[in-house]
Every structure is written in C-alpha cells, then in structure tokens.
C-alpha cells in the first residue's frame, strides 16, 4: 500500500507502540496482545489492531502479536532499523543535556555533531564530542549528509538557524525552541515545549 | 457552556495560541486575525476560529482579535493567569536544564522544590534550591499543596515514583521518563521523550 496515505496521527502512535514492545522485549516476553498493549499505553485494543493492521498481518485474532517479528516491523516502518547521525545546535543547558542523553543509541539515533555560536563553548567537548562553530555548519551537514537535527537555540534566532539547516539539507527537526518554525512541506518538524504540555494539564485543576 | 466537555484536543491547541499571541504582544502588536495566526503556527484559520469560540465570543468577522484581550480569556481558561508551584524529581542532566529553565516564568509555573534520591546530590544547589531527598518528598507535597510535578527519573523507576506522586496529591505529571505513566483518572500525564518524536520523523525520510 501507499505509505504516503497513512494519516500522520497514526504514524504518530507506532513510536508508542515500538516503545512498549521494547520495553516487553526487554523483560523477556516473546508475546503481546493487543489488550495487554492497550494496556500498558493507555490505548484502546481495537485502535491498537486497527492502526497496526494498515501495514498488512501481524498476527491472528486470538494467538497475539509476537514481540520480536512486531518490533522488527515497526523499526523498518519507522525507517529507525538503522541509525541515524544527528545533529545537536545550541549547546545551553538543555543541548548539554541531550548530547549526554543515552536515550537515543537504541532507538535509532546517535549525536554526531553539536554546534554554536558562543567563543566560550566552541572546543568544549561534550561526552566525547566537540562543539563546533555554527559558522561552519551548512558545509559540515552537507558533506555528511545529515539529514536530522536537535534545535536548541534560544528563540529569537531559532527561525534563522533553521533557514540554515533546511538549506543544509535537514529534513527532521526537533525543536526545542518554544515558537513555531516555518519550514518547507518536505522538512518535518516536531515541538517539544515543556510549559505548552504543562499549560495543557492545568486547564484540568 | 460545560468546560468539561470541550475535546482534549482542543485544549492541546489552546497553549499554541497562548505562546503564538504572547510572542505578537511582545512585537507591540495590538490585534491579530486567525488568518494571521494561523500562518504563524500552521493551523488553518478556520479551526482556530472553531477552537477559541467554544469558549465565548473573542471577535468579529473582520474586526480580529484584540491580542491582551485573547491573551488575558486564554490564561484564564487554561488557568495559568496565576503562578503554579512546580517540583522536579530526578536531578540528572535533564532535571538541571529543566530547574535552570527561564522559559516557565511568563507561562505560569515556578519551580519551587528539587527532589533526587543520589546522597552525593542531595543538598547541592541548582538555581538557589537545593536538592532534597526523596525520602521527604510526599510530605513535603502535602505541606506544600503542590499539584504540578516533573518526573526527570530512569525509566526503572518512573512508575514507583509516580505512585508516590499521586499519593502525595499531584495532578499533573510531565514525565520525562521513556515509558507510559500508570495513573488514576484525576491526574493527567504528559510525554515529552525526544526519540518518539524524531522516530515519528523519520517515518517520512
């Protein structure tokens, strides 16, 4: 089937998925259901079968998913069966935090490169890395052709960072910086705002 | 009308009109319209026209928004026209970055206490707080009539920790643990992990 047709709500839910099947994996079991899915992530079962099914046969009614076969399918949908080098821009307290994260190795991701525009930071090393200048740092993803990047610059620069990255060659960016980025149709990006989620809980107390 | 009964999903958006608005009010600008704001955030007008009148009348058809206005009735619905006590369990890389933060203060929470069960961290001062043991942590919640909480421990113990966190009375929980929360139907969890949201994105690539 055309992958292109699979509503990005879904696409959105199989880390999830992928997540909690590790998880499994990691605890021994060799089976799941999509009850216990369900769950384990809060999910309804019926979703659970009905997102799964539109990337063919993962098991039978009745006899479960095996775990292995059903992580091994994810990653390749999610293209996360390799692993791609990133990039880190912005080395404050959080890009400090995320080059250090070791959160990515297993699930499809390695930091390659860190960069910013600060002469006090530029030559720091960084769990193994050292942070290179942002002057360098169109030619630097080019050649290595990354195509995935960690924002973490302050705002009011992040939407001329990414004008850089886009032109670079980035297509995925996760964006650490709390504004909206404007980015071509074929760049993806993802927000992660910590007082965004948090504003969304207060409205229930 | 019943606030209750408007989708989640909605109330997901809320914050992004919130953050998008305060950013045009920091330009000095007075008014805006959903076309405008829609650019900014890539949403279509027409839902966010849909979105904010589940909430009352905020403009008319050609006049716009008046910014402070729509700034002032969104704070009050997500209720972040105060300043909400915020605690931090788990002081790693994330939990410093997190209570070194400056972005929460215009948004509506403070951090006031940081929690980690390390004897080499305990006692240490991040920010001008200085990091308790867990062992004190429910009562100190309890004394404190704390509600928002963020969870920054491994994954191996993220569950138990949250259980306390319920326990002591929180309601709201940003977990940044790699593992779906289980909790009672009061308290709200939001995920922030970053390799859900880059696996998402290479989905695409």
Known sequence: MNADKI??????????????????????????????????????????????????????????????????????????????DMIIVGMGDMGHALARYNGFGDRGFQVTMLFDNDPQKIGQVVNDLEIFSMDGMTDKIKQSKIKVAILAVPASVAQIVTDQLVKAGIKSILNYAPLHLNVPNDVHVQHIDPATHLQRMTYYL
């Not at 709500?9 to 992928?18: D, K, M, N, S």
């Not at 992530?41 to 979703?47: C, F, H, K, V």
């Open 7 to 84: 509503p990005d709500i879904i696409i959105g839910r199989l880390p999830i998925y992928l997540r909690a099947l590790q998880r499994l994996a990691e605890t021994g079991s060799q089976t799941t259901s999509s009850q216990e899915l369900g769950k384990i992530i809060g999910i309804s079962a019926a979703q659970i079968r009905k997102d799964v099914s539109q990337f063919g046969e993962f098991g039978k009614q009745g006899t479960g998913y095996s775990i292995p076969f059903l992580i091994e399918r994810l990653q390749s949908i999610l293209k996360v069966n390799r692993v791609w």
